[in-house]
């Protein structure tokens, strides 16, 4: 049986491994980034990073999950900023908004996803990124999930068959458009990406309004 201090060394080591291979797979790419050199700048060998992931593809699904894990936890801090009087229609634009932020602030974090996810589906392991939104609608866990159910019931937010499918699709849909938007980032200016994608949250978040 594993020890208190062992545990919570394993622990440091596999964190410091996963957010210095967030680095590495971002500035290089996935094909191009060593294990080696990731192994080397958390201060650990090739061969103990493979004791705690059995392939480099483990790795790269440990690494997107983290960058997922940090997009959900500053959309959710958000989330929970409730004004006075806001009804859950209006959350939800407020949580598309701060989600969509990341292409702003994440814009290489958001290539690196994609191409995690072509990496992933190469090697079998597409289906395991469970940690990337959204969350099971039924769960009401998650920021826009809570949103949406809060608006249900405040009235400001339809309530029929078509809003799970709803909920899948506006993450679905917005991810896409970010993600195309910091591929070809030469194609746009920072001015022409804010109005495109603010546009698109406004459009999203209307299709949730009660009429």
Same mark, same amino acid.
């Given at each position: 049986?594993?020890n208190g201090s062992y545990t919570a060394r394993k622990e440091g080591n596999i964190s410091r491994v996963v957010a210095h291979a967030l680095i590495f797979f971002v500035d290089k790419g996935i094909?191009?980034?060593?294990?080696?050199?990731?192994?080397?700048?958390?201060?650990?060998?090739?061969?103990?990073? @493979?004791? &705690? @992931?059995?392939?480099?593809?483990?790795?790269?699904?440990?690494?997107?999950?983290?960058?997922?894990?940090?997009?959900?936890?500053?959309?959710?801090?958000?989330?929970?900023?409730?004004?006075?009087?806001?009804?859950?229609?209006?959350?939800?634009?407020?949580?598309?908004?701060?989600?969509?932020?990341?292409? @702003?602030?994440?814009?290489?974090?958001?290539?690196?996803?994609?191409?995690?996810?072509? &990496?992933?589906?190469?090697? =079998?392991?597409?289906?395991?990124v469970k940690g990337k939104p959204p969350a099971p609608f039924k769960d009401k866990v998650g920021p826009l999930a809570e949103a949406i159910y809060m608006g249900i019931e405040d009235g400001s937010?339809?309530?029929?068959?078509?809003?799970?499918?709803? &909920?899948?699709?506006?993450?679905?849909?917005?991810?896409?458009?970010?993600?195309?938007?910091?591929?070809?980032?030469?194609? &746009?200016?920072?001015?022409?990406?804010?109005?495109?994608?603010? =546009?698109?949250?406004?459009?999203?978040?209307?299709?949730?309004?009660?009429?």
């Amino acid at each position: 049986m594993e020890n208190g201090s062992y545990t919570a060394r394993k622990e440091g080591n596999i964190s410091r491994v996963v957010a210095h291979a967030l680095i590495f797979f971002v500035d290089k790419g996935i094909d191009a980034a060593k294990v080696s050199d990731i192994a080397k700048m958390a201060g650990l060998t090739e061969r103990s990073v @493979f004791r &705690y @992931f059995e392939s480099k593809s483990d790795l790269v699904l440990e690494t997107a999950l983290l960058f997922w894990h940090k997009v959900m936890e500053h959309t959710s801090l958000v989330s929970r900023e409730r004004r006075e009087g806001e009804l859950g229609a209006d959350r939800i634009y407020a949580v598309l908004l701060s989600y969509a932020e990341i292409l @702003f602030t994440s814009r290489k974090e958001l290539v690196f996803v994609h191409e995690a996810e072509a &990496y992933l589906k190469r090697n =079998g392991k597409a289906s395991l990124v469970k940690g990337k939104p959204p969350a099971p609608f039924k769960d009401k866990v998650g920021p826009l999930a809570e949103a949406i159910y809060m608006g249900i019931e405040d009235g400001s937010v339809r309530d029929d068959g078509d809003i799970e499918d709803l &909920y899948y699709n506006t993450y679905d849909s917005l991810l896409g458009l970010m993600q195309k938007m910091a591929i070809d980032e030469d194609r &746009y200016t920072e001015e022409d990406m804010r109005r495109r994608v603010t =546009g698109f949250c406004r459009m999203l978040a209307d299709a949730y309004r009660s009429k």
